[in-house]
């Protein structure tokens, strides 16, 4: 194992992009007052970051990882998080398991975006916590911080895929008037993934909530839903 990740960051650099690093800084809202403000990006495709991750991944250590992971450089913190959801899933022993989780959690704050978000919280956090005390959700979705209110709520996408969907529509309702997009965003996303599995219990769940909910929220929760039926909640016929 090697403490530097000075080989992943040698390898990303050689990927910059300069015409997608001045692209990249809108998208991720990146400038003064957006939800970004501040990260710094030079242009790296994610098929790239996954790519170096794969290849880095079983030789970085943890001390490492930190490193990567808490660089001001956007894609470098994006592929320290690909490297650790490899680790993760590569665990043989549950104590691996339990360390690569209080690494997540100790570095929370670099997780500053929705696809660092999007891809770590329901493959490291959510299968850490499935079995145990889940009570870190509700305090993450509690907690003000936009990003660590997302996790909470994408976490519980592994719940989901286990048919479990109690956790998401608590976290659902806690979260339901919420001011930003993303957990918008978020929640109804999460919501027609349970949908997806049990049709009945999102149904109930919206029919109770749904003139509460924000419109972004309602439009992603029904999307696969019927033409006929998407107009009814639309309309507020239900």
């Known amino acids: 194992m090697i403490d530097q990740p000075d080989a992943v960051r040698q390898d990303l650099y050689g990927y910059a992009d300069a015409e997608k690093a001045a692209f990249l800084p809108k998208f991720f809202q990146a400038f003064p007052g957006g939800y970004g403000e501040g990260d710094q990006f030079i242009g790296v495709t994610v098929p790239h970051q996954r790519k170096t991750a794969r290849k880095h991944f079983r030789e970085l250590s943890l001390k490492g990882l930190e490193g990567l992971i808490r660089d001001r ?19 043989k022993r549950e104590d691996e398991r339990e360390e690569l989780l209080k690494f997540y959690l100790n570095n929370l704050s670099s997780i500053n975006n929705w696809d660092l978000v999007d891809s770590s919280a329901y493959k490291i956090l959510g299968p850490g916590l499935y079995e145990k005390d889940r ?37 659902a309702v806690m979260l339901l008037n919420h001011e930003h997009d993303l957990i918008h965003k978020a929640v109804g996303w999460m919501l027609r993934e349970v949908g997806n599995r049990d049709f009945d219990v999102e149904y109930e769940f919206l029919k109770e909530n749904y003139q509460k909910m924000p419109r972004t929220m309602l439009r992603y929760a029904i999307e696969k839903f019927s033409p006929e039926l998407r107009k009814k909640f639309l309309a507020g016929q239900v």
């Open 73 to 91: 450089v956007h894609e470098c913190r994006l592929t320290a998080v690909f490297i650790l959801v490899l680790k993760y899933e590569k665990a």
């Open 135 to 171: 009570s870190l959700l509700y305090r993450l979705a509690g907690s003000g911080n936009l990003w660590r209110e997302r996790i909470a709520v994408i976490s519980t996408l592994y719940f989901i895929r286990n048919k479990d969907y109690e956790d998401t529509l608590k976290l």
